[in-house]
């Protein structure tokens, strides 16, 4: 590992990394941490649990957990604040520390390490759980397979990796109201703008997860699906942060000349708005797959 990066307590900096391609897209900022974190409890709610029941049961009373992609540490933090493993060893790793909250949190360990690359030695064997969610705007159609096998040798004999997508492709702008009352022309277009934008992107993952884990030599490969609103309740935060997202893409775009004038996108925003208003909601697939590590 030392000719790739320099392990500290508290960061590992990775000398040699792949693209930042998230950042083709999005903007790696404070505010677009909340809304992943929004995002992150959102999914957590609908999907019912934070670590899938059948790996929880299975973990060690002190467990060593890796988060991948961790952006701000928020999938951490969520088990930290859960007391599920008080005695737990904390680590998350992301190619960029931009998300990193400040100062960093207690006993909760976020180096910079690009997964995508070789995974160091010193780190094969290490973890009981490996956690990863909605990697896919970060990752290309040909990286998934050598990533998941990256993913696999960081794990223990009979450990556990958990790795949540959407069929963000599936994703449908819907009414919550009367025909007359509740549009949702606004949403549908904008939706499908970065559905078009993101389509390669987003036809991986949640359906070549289960066949790359297996590749990887993972045993008792399962997939768990569960609608992104299968709690209604959470309709609007949920439509509300995707376009959030959405809006972001196209001011950076805009910015460039590209696109949507900012005075269109203020018109467009404020539609959006309206329709969200007027109950327009949306909903996609949510896959949980996992696997174990043969002992």
């Known amino acids: 590992m030392r000719n790739q990066a320099t392990l500290f307590s508290r960061h590992c900096t990775c000398i040699t990394t792949m693209p930042d391609i998230y950042a083709d897209k999005l903007t790696r900022s404070a505010a677009e941490g909340r809304r992943l974190n929004g995002q992150f409890d959102l999914l957590t709610r609908n999907i019912g649990y934070l670590i899938h029941p059948r790996i929880a049961a299975a973990l060690p009373p002190s467990p060593r957990i890796a988060d991948i992609g961790t952006g701000t540490g928020h999938f951490l933090q969520c088990v930290q604040e859960s007391g599920a493993f008080p005695n737990a060893t904390?680590?998350?790793?992301?190619?960029?520390?931009?998300m990193y909250p400040q100062p960093l949190p207690k006993?909760?360990?976020?180096?910079?390490l690009d997964m995508k690359q070789p995974v160091p030695e010193e780190l094969h064997g290490v973890y009981?759980?490996?956690?990863?969610?909605v990697l896919v705007a970060a990752i290309l159609p040909t990286e998934w397979t050598a990533l998941v096998r990256n993913l696999t040798k960081l794990l223990k004999p009979?450990?556990?990796?958990?790795?949540g997508e959407g069929?963000?492709?599936?994703?449908?702008?819907?009414?919550g109201g009367a025909l007359e009352s509740s549009p949702t022309d606004t949403l549908i277009a904008l939706g499908n703008k970065w559905k078009t934008e993101m389509r390669e992107r987003f036809e991986c993952g949640w359906s070549t997860l289960p066949e790359d884990m297996r590749a990887a030599g993972l045993d008792s490969v399962d997939s768990d699906c569960v609608s992104s609103d299968r709690l209604p309740e959470t309709r609007k935060e949920a439509v509300?942060?995707?376009?959030?997202?959405?809006?972001?893409?196209?001011?950076?775009?805009?910015?460039?000349?590209?696109?949507?004038?900012?005075?269109?996108?203020?018109v467009a925003e404020k539609r959006a708005n309206e329709e969200i208003e007027a109950g327009g909601y949306v909903r996609y697939d949510v896959y949980v797959v996992t696997g174990k590590k043969v002992l």
């Open 158 to 163: 009979g450990g556990w990796l958990q790795w």
């Open 128 to 133: 009981d759980l490996v956690h990863a969610r």
């Open 240 to 266: 509300e942060n995707g376009m959030t997202a959405i809006f972001s893409w196209l001011r950076a775009l805009a910015s460039k000349g590209v696109g949507m004038t900012n005075e269109e996108l203020d």
């Open 90 to 98: 904390l680590d998350g790793y992301d190619i960029s520390s931009s």
């Open 107 to 112: 006993d909760i360990n976020l180096k910079v």
């Open 167 to 175: 069929n963000f492709i599936s994703a449908t702008f819907l009414r």
